[in-house]
């Protein structure tokens, strides 16, 4: 199946630093690709949907100016965490899918927020 | 809160098969889905069904979808230890936007 990366896997900041995080699918192409955030014992909660070339799309109840997110290429989407507090300290997880081909959305492997 | 709902826990012996129930209140999904999560790790995509399908089989994994009562469920034959896992139960609309349950998790004893 096709594949998506996530960089950093880990990551342990103090509060009021910002930290990017990466996606990338790393064999196809995706106009867009989406962000989640799971809490520990529960469900992915859907944050946003970041599409190429154009403002990412969030959720009811997330900040846009707190999550940013950048899709410059096809193959990457960004997400910063701006000026981040414990609060935010959260498994990220990001999924893509192949343009024309989004019913199949494959998962990267999740970057684990600690925010001190 | 969240609109698809699985049971929370599933203990079963190895070698017996595994049942995972879910259920969802969309009428409109267009697709339904099982991922596969082990600990600290991101999802694996198992299998989907599109919701004009009642069953789907692949190798050990079998998903029924009873569309009237919406109703989904992921049977896994002769299940191992590797099976071990939180298993999601997820729909989509037309925008390819994932909804999930809870997950279940399942142990599978010796």
């Known amino acids: 199946g096709a594949v998506v990366s996530q960089h950093p896997s880990r990551v342990i900041c103090k509060s009021g630093t910002s930290v990017k995080i990466e996606c990338r699918s790393l064999d196809f192409q995706a106009t867009t690709m989406f962000w989640y955030r799971q809490f520990p014992k529960q469900s992915l909660m859907l944050m946003a949907t970041?599409?190429?070339?154009?403002?990412?799309?969030?959720e009811q109840g997330v900040e846009k100016d707190k999550f940013l997110i950048n899709h410059a290429s096809l193959t990457l989407s960004t997400l910063t965490v701006a000026s981040a507090h414990p609060e935010d300290s959260s498994f990220y997880i990001c999924?893509?899918?192949?343009?024309?081909?989004?019913?199949?959305?494959?998962f990267g492997p999740g970057t684990r927020l600690l925010v001190l | 809160g969240e609109d698809v709902e699985q049971s929370l826990f599933l203990s079963v012996r190895e070698g017996d098969s595994s049942v995972i129930n879910c259920t969802y209140t969309d009428s409109s999904s267009t697709y339904l889905y099982w991922y596969k999560q082990e600990p600290g790790a991101g999802l694996q995509l198992l299998t989907y069904?599109?919701?004009?399908?009642d069953m789907k089989q692949d190798q050990r994994l079998t998903v029924l979808l009873n569309k009237k009562d919406k109703h989904l469920s992921l049977r896994i034959a002769d299940t191992q230890t590797g099976d071990s896992a939180i298993y999601f139960c997820?729909?989509?609309?037309?925008?390819?936007?994932?909804?999930f349950g809870a997950g279940t998790t399942v142990t599978v004893r010796a």
């Open positions: 970041s599409n190429e070339g154009s403002k990412a799309t969030y």
């Open positions: 999924s893509a899918g192949e343009t024309g081909q989004q019913e199949t959305q494959y």
């Open positions: 069904i599109f919701s004009n399908m």
């Open positions: 997820a729909e989509t609309l037309n925008d390819y936007k994932l909804s």
